[in-house]
DNA sequence: CGAGGCCTTGAGCCGGCTCAAGTTCGGTGG
DNA sequence: CCACCGAACTTGAGCCGGCTCAAGGCCTCG
C-alpha cells in the first residue's frame, strides 16, 4: 500500500525535512540521520489509508511530515468517536505497547517517517533525549485529551463547535497566516463524531453562527471568522 | 499543611513500600533509595486537599501510596470537569511543564510520596529505567483519557453510570477482593461532573439501575453489582 | 433534637436527537 | 459542454433524554 519515496541521496530528505529540529531525529548524530534516511525516509500516505488500526498491535512509530490524520475508536455497536486529530510535528503510535485503541486514518494525502518500535528502543538506550522528545510529546497529547474531556463534559454545542474552530485555527497556525480563514481538511461528520454532536446539529449550529456574525462565511470546508469570534471565544 | 512522617530509621518507609515495585523507585540503588527516604519519605494528605493547584506550576511529583484523588478542572464560569481519578501506584504532576490545567484534590486521606521536579530531572539522567516508567505511566493515563473521551462522546447516561462502575471496580481490584461491592470514594457530584451529568440524573440512574435488577444495592457510597452486571457491561 | 450536608424524588421544559426531505457540488460519462 | 449521479451537506418538523427548578428524606455532628 505504501509508496517509498526514498532516493539515491539517502540524507536529502532529512536534511531539507522541516519537522526534524521538532522531532526526534533531532537528537541523533548525521551519521545515525543517514541510516534512517536510507531505511525509512518519508512515506507517502494516500486519503483514507489507515496507519494504525483499533485492536492491532502497532509495529511503527509515524512521525507525521506533512497532511492531517483522524484517531478513530469504534464501538462495537458501530458508534463511532473521533479522539483527535493529528498535524505534521505529531507523532502516531507513540508508546503504544499492546493492542491499539484507536485508528489513525489520513484525511488527506501526506508523508510520514516510519520507524520500528524496536529500532526505537534501540535508539533511545544511546540517546536519552529522544526519550525526552517522547515524553514532552506524551504531555502535551496528555493536555489536549484533557482539554476535549472539558468539551464534552461541560459545553454546548455552539460552545463545542467554537472551541473546535480555535483548535484548528492554532493547528494550522504558523503554516497559513492568521487570515481568520480556516481550512477544515475533514468531513462534517468527523467534527461531529469529534465534538459528541449529530451532523444535523453541528450544520446548524454552524448556520446560526453565521446568522450571528460570529462567522462570517462558511462554505464547505472553508470557515472565515467573523467579528465577533475572538470576543465569543475569549 | 502537610505532615511528614519520615522517621528515624530512614530506610524503613521504602522497604516496606508495597508501590515502590511499581513505581520510579524501582530503579534506585539501595543508597539513593536511602537519601530518598531521608527527604522525601511518604507525606500524610489530609481529605480535601490540593496537592496541585490549577493554573500553577506544580514543583513536584507525587507517587500515590495510598487514599484516592480527583482531578478537577474549573471553567471560567464555574463549571466543573473532573478529567479523572487518581489511585495508588498513580502518579500526580507527572511531566508538567508550565501551567497545570488541572487541580489534585485528595478524597480521602491518603500518603503520598513527593520528588522535585528537579531531582527528578537530575535522577532520570543516571537512571534512564525512569523515564520509561514515566513514559509507560503516560501511555496508561492517556488510554485512560481516550476511554473518557469515548464515554462522554458517545454514551448515554445509563452506559456512562455502567462504565465508572466498571472503572472503580477495576481499580479497587487487587485490593478488595472482587465481591461485587465496590465502594465509592468520591461524592455525587464528583461523579455526575466525571461523567459528564446532572447529580439529579446520576441519582436517578443509579435508581434506574438497581430497580432494573442490574444493581443489587445502592446505598450512599456503597454499590453492590446485581445479576445482570455482567451481561450489560459485555 | 436541631442544623446542615448530601442524596433522592417529582414535574415540567428544552437542547440536541430522529427521521425525512431538499440542496449543493465534484466527478464521470455521453 | 451538459446531464446525470452519488456523496456531502443543509434544512425542517416533531420528539425525547437529560436538564432545571423545587421539595422532601436521611444521615452526621454538634
Known amino acids: 500500500m505504501e509508496q517509498c519515496s526514498k532516493s539515491g541521496a539517502s540524507a536529502h530528505f532529512c536534511a531539507i525535512c ?6 526526534i531525529c533531532a537528537e541523533m548524530t548525521d551519521e545515525e540521520i543517514r541510516i534512517i534516511s536510507r531505511t525509512m525516509a518519508h512515506h507517502a500516505v494516500s486519503e483514507g489509508q489507515a496507519l494504525i488500526t483499533q485492536g492491532e498491535i502497532c509495529e511503527y512509530l509515524y512521525v507525521v511530515i506533512s497532511g492531517s490524520y483522524r484517531l478513530v475508536t469504534l464501538l462495537p455497536d458501530g458508534r463511532r468517536q473521533i479522539t483527535g486529530f493529528v ?14 485503541p484507536v485508528t489513525a486514518e489520513a484525511l488527506e494525502p501526506g508523508l510520514v517517517c516510519r520507524f520500528s518500535q524496536d529500532f526505537l528502543a534501540e535508539m533511545s538506550q544511546r540517546h536519552p533525549g529522544i526519550k525526552d522528545r ?9 493536555t489536549r485529551a484533557r482539554t476535549h474531556i472539558v468539551v464534552l463534559g461541560k459545553q454546548t454545542a455552539e460552545e463545542k463547535v467554537l472551541s473546535f474552530l480555535q483548535l484548528m485555527e492554532q493547528a494550522r497556525r504558523g ?3 492568521a487570515t481568520g480563514r480556516i481550512y477544515l481538511p475533514m468531513a ?4 461531529a463524531d469529534y465534538l459528541g454532536l449529530r451532523l444535523e446539529t453541528l450544520s446548524r449550529t454552524l448556520a446560526a453562527l453565521k446568522k450571528a456574525g460570529t462567522l462570517a462565511s462558511v462554505s464547505g470546508r472553508f470557515v472565515e471568522m467573523g467579528e465577533r469570534f475572538e470576543i465569543v471565544t475569549g
Open 175 to 177: 503554516r497559513d497566516r
Open 134 to 142: 517522547l515524553l514532552s510529546r506524551a504531555e502535551t497529547e496528555l
Open 87 to 100: 498535524f505534521p510535528g505529531d507523532f502516531l503510535g507513540a508508546g503504544a505497547t499492546g493492542e491499539s
Open 18 to 23: 522541516d519537522i526534524r529540529s521538532k522531532s
Open 188 to 191: 462534517r461528520q468527523d467534527i
